[in-house]
């Protein structure tokens, strides 16, 4: 359900680069290769969590001297993107030169105005930093170890310049730092401990490590101190409100979303769409309910959607099942797309179905879990959290809201041929830009796009499915219109549950966790609406383009075909 942004990460930063080589590049793609590479010199940790592990052993420190040195970087790249022609690019290379472009306004947006660094302490924050080292299953444990100190060495002082950096911070931020720094204790005190001990270092080397390791635990704990004494000041401290406003909004928007529309403009579309689903689901609502319900249905409108909802959400499988269901039913999924020919699955990268591990636990649901542009070899996993440890009630709750409809609607959406089809397609793409900084809003846009698709096209079509696909939906609505509003109008969470519970039919429960999302967050809740406009808006232009020779898998192999490049871009190619 989550697809994460590593495009926002310029407090990793790396002082003392050498600059770029010199002289003239011959080909745009020469360009790309150079960009790439002084890209990762710039953000290690970054490149580490994407599979890329020859900077595993450095840290950069979050100074002034290190965001100088990154914004040199990104004017210079700025600079020389210039040089090329835009006209005379491939297609291919049109999207990679939008995505280069955008990734650098918003990093000099995000330096020069946005400034995190100084209102958001989460920002600081080195557990990614070791996980994705420590779990590099392509070296051993004692390289990863070695390669680590590096990074461990550089702890003390990275946090000594977050204090310095942090100036204005709002308190939902400064909690948020709280938690996730103490949560760090996992690594020093037991996952690093451990792997020392399972590791054939010499003794001098492991006395070594742990010394490191103590006084990095050491610099996070006075962090966190650091933190919680400011938060104890309460009012007697300023404090920079959690909402970043209009201004700042749109801005955002613009670099991130990457659409052609503004905030503004996708925002009156999403109120005119909430209102067009609230009546289709009245509609289903008054003919499902006499095939269902002897006694006389409510005559409020969202009663009787919301009671029509609540008695179906008993049809869901058993808690012991749910691995087994979902497993059961992507094949017939693949059986069905084959046969109405609605696009090419590749069937030489199966998708396999497993029980989401341990140091993934917590998350809860299912995600997909893509091989990274480093190991495309690598199989292609949809992550289940299983409900065995649920108790009853837990249980309960979860299966009514995943009831078998749903759960049709979320293997669309992250398997087939939501998520797991479209990274497949993205990897056939030569360029590592697209991978690397894909957009957020076409990865998300297609694969809620392909649920309204699938059932126009008539995938276990009926009323009550209709109805099921109608709430998704406007939960995807519903989160463009509450982080839009939580942001810009200063929204408080009665405001938020209003239109999550009452208007969208969601638990009380998830309207809270929501809305805490959209207070530390921003706009990345807005992608999944703006995407599958942007799409749906395309394949009205494309039918009328084509008219007779429009084929809808002709269109989703094409759209497809140019990576996770913003929808904008792929709309020009598509359309001129
Ligand atoms: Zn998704
Ligand atoms: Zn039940």
Same mark, same amino acid.
């Given at each position: 359900?989550?697809?994460?942004?590593?495009?926002?990460?310029?407090?990793?930063?790396?002082?003392?680069?050498?600059?770029?080589?010199?002289?003239?590049?011959?080909?745009?793609?020469?360009?790309?290769?150079?960009?790439?590479?002084?890209?990762?010199?710039?953000?290690?940790?970054?490149?580490?969590?994407?599979?890329?592990?020859?900077?595993?052993?450095?840290?950069?420190?979050?100074?002034? =001297?290190?965001? #100088?040195?990154?914004?040199?970087?990104?004017?210079?790249?700025?600079?020389?993107?210039?040089?090329?022609?835009?006209?005379?690019?491939?297609?291919?290379?049109?999207?990679?030169?939008?995505?280069?472009?955008?990734?650098?306004?918003?990093?000099?947006?995000?330096?020069?105005?946005?400034?995190?660094?100084?209102?958001?302490?989460?920002?600081?924050?080195?557990?990614?930093?070791?996980?994705?080292?420590?779990?590099?299953?392509?070296? &051993?444990?004692?390289?990863?170890?070695?390669?680590?100190?590096?990074?461990?060495?550089?702890?003390?002082?990275?946090?000594?310049?977050?204090?310095?950096?942090?100036? $204005?911070?709002?308190?939902?931020?400064?909690? @948020?730092?709280?938690?996730?720094?103490?949560?760090?204790?996992?690594?020093?005190?037991?996952?690093?401990?451990?792997?020392?001990?399972?590791?054939?270092?010499?003794?001098?080397?492991?006395?070594?490590?742990?010394?490191?390791?103590?006084?990095?635990?050491?610099?996070?704990?006075?962090?966190? =101190?650091?933190?919680?004494?400011?938060?104890?000041?309460?009012?007697?401290?300023?404090?920079?409100?959690?909402?970043?406003?209009?201004?700042?909004?749109?801005?955002?928007?613009?670099?991130?979303?990457?659409?052609?529309?503004?905030?503004?403009?996708?925002?009156?579309?999403?109120?005119?769409?909430?209102?067009?689903?609230?009546?289709?689901?009245?509609?289903?609502?008054?003919?499902?309910?006499?095939?269902?319900?002897?006694?006389?249905?409510?005559?409020?409108?969202?009663?009787?959607?919301?009671? #029509?909802?609540?008695?179906?959400?008993?049809?869901?499988?058993?808690?012991?099942?749910?691995?087994?269901?979902?497993?059961?039913?992507?094949?017939?999924? #693949?059986?069905?797309?084959?046969?109405?020919?609605?696009?090419?699955?590749?069937?030489?990268?199966?998708?396999?179905?497993?029980? &989401?591990?341990?140091?993934?636990?917590?998350?809860?649901?299912?995600?997909?879990?893509?091989?990274?542009?480093?190991?495309?070899?690598?199989? =292609?996993?949809? $992550?289940?959290?299983?409900? #065995?440890?649920?108790?009853?009630?837990?249980?309960?709750?979860?299966?009514?809201?995943?009831?078998?409809?749903?759960?049709?609607?979320?293997?669309?959406?992250?398997?087939?041929?939501?998520?797991?089809?479209?990274?497949?397609?993205?990897?056939?793409?030569?360029?590592?830009?697209?991978?690397?900084?894909?957009?957020?809003?076409?990865?998300?846009?297609?694969?809620?796009?392909?649920?309204?698709?699938?059932?126009?096209?008539?995938?276990?079509?009926?009323?009550?499915?209709?109805?099921?696909?109608?709430?998704?939906?406007?939960?995807?609505?519903?989160?463009?219109?509450?982080?839009?509003?939580?942001?810009?109008?200063?929204?408080?969470?009665?405001?938020?549950?209003?239109?999550?519970?009452?208007?969208?039919?969601?638990?009380?429960?998830?309207?809270?966790?929501?809305?805490?999302?959209?207070?530390?967050?921003?706009?990345?809740?807005?992608?999944?609406? =703006?995407?599958?406009?942007?799409?749906?808006?395309?394949?009205?232009?494309?039918?009328?383009?084509?008219?007779?020779?429009?084929? @809808?898998?002709?269109?989703?192999?094409?759209?497809?075909?140019?990576?996770?490049?913003?929808?904008?871009?792929?709309?020009?190619?598509?359309?001129?």
């Amino acid at each position: 359900m989550k697809y994460l942004v590593f495009g926002l990460s310029f407090i990793l930063l790396i002082a003392g680069c050498e600059s770029k080589k010199s002289g003239p590049l011959t080909s745009f793609s020469e360009f790309e290769d150079e960009f790439v590479d002084t890209l990762w010199k710039y953000n290690p940790v970054w490149a580490s969590s994407i599979g890329y592990h020859a900077y595993d052993s450095v840290l950069p420190i979050p100074n002034e =001297t290190t965001t #100088t040195a990154y914004l040199q970087f990104l004017n210079a790249e700025k600079k020389a993107l210039a040089g090329y022609s835009y006209e005379k690019l491939t297609p291919s290379e049109k999207c990679d030169y939008k995505l280069i472009e955008d990734f650098l306004h918003n990093g000099i947006f995000s330096i020069r105005e946005f400034k995190a660094n100084e209102w958001d302490p989460s920002q600081y924050n080195v557990g990614g930093a070791i996980d994705a080292v420590l779990n590099n299953s392509k070296a &051993t444990l004692e390289t990863n170890l070695r390669m680590l100190a590096g990074r461990l060495h550089n702890i003390p002082d990275y946090y000594q310049a977050a204090r310095k950096q942090i100036k $204005n911070p709002s308190r939902e931020h400064t909690d @948020l730092a709280i938690a996730q720094n103490e949560g760090l204790s996992y690594f020093f005190k037991s996952a690093l401990p451990d792997s020392i001990k399972k590791s054939n270092l010499s003794v001098a080397e492991k006395e070594q490590l742990q010394a490191q390791i103590d006084q990095a635990d050491e610099a996070v704990a006075s962090f966190v =101190t650091f933190l919680k004494e400011r938060r104890a000041l309460g009012d007697k401290a300023a404090w920079r409100s959690c909402r970043i406003g209009k201004e700042l909004y749109l801005s955002k928007f613009r670099y991130e979303i990457q659409s052609h529309y503004s905030a503004d403009e996708v925002y009156a579309k999403a109120l005119i769409r909430k209102k067009e689903l609230l009546n289709e689901m009245y509609g289903l609502s008054q003919s499902i309910w006499p095939n269902y319900i002897k006694t006389a249905a409510p005559s409020d409108s969202l009663q009787l959607i919301r009671e #029509t909802l609540s008695f179906l959400s008993q049809k869901h499988c058993h808690k012991d099942s749910f691995i087994a269901t979902i497993e059961k039913q992507l094949p017939e999924l #693949t059986v069905f797309i084959n046969s109405k020919h609605i696009i090419d699955l590749d069937s030489s990268k199966p998708l396999r179905v497993r029980k &989401t591990p341990e140091y993934m636990a917590g998350v809860a649901g299912a995600s997909i879990n893509s091989p990274g542009p480093y190991d495309k070899e690598q199989a =292609t996993y949809y $992550n289940v959290t299983p409900l #065995t440890g649920y108790s009853s009630e837990k249980a309960e709750s979860y299966l009514r809201e995943y009831n078998n409809y749903i759960l049709e609607i979320l293997n669309i959406h992250e398997a087939i041929p939501g998520h797991y089809t479209q990274q497949i397609y993205a990897n056939r793409s030569p360029s590592l830009i697209k991978t690397i900084l894909g957009n957020g809003a076409m990865i998300e846009g297609w694969a809620c796009y392909v649920e309204r698709m699938l059932l126009e096209e008539g995938y276990h079509h009926s009323p009550e499915m209709q109805l099921f696909y109608c709430k998704w939906n406007l939960r995807e609505v519903g989160n463009f219109i509450l982080d839009y509003n939580v942001q810009v109008n200063n929204w408080n969470e009665q405001q938020v549950k209003h239109l999550l519970v009452e208007e969208c039919f969601q638990e009380s429960a998830e309207a809270s966790e929501k809305y805490k999302r959209a207070l530390l967050t921003q706009v990345q809740l807005t992608s999944y609406f =703006t995407g599958q406009t942007e799409i749906l808006e395309l394949r009205e232009a494309m039918k009328k383009k084509e008219s007779q020779r429009f084929d @809808l898998k002709n269109f989703h192999e094409q759209f497809l075909s140019y990576g996770s490049a913003p929808v904008t871009a792929i709309s020009e190619l598509m359309l001129h």
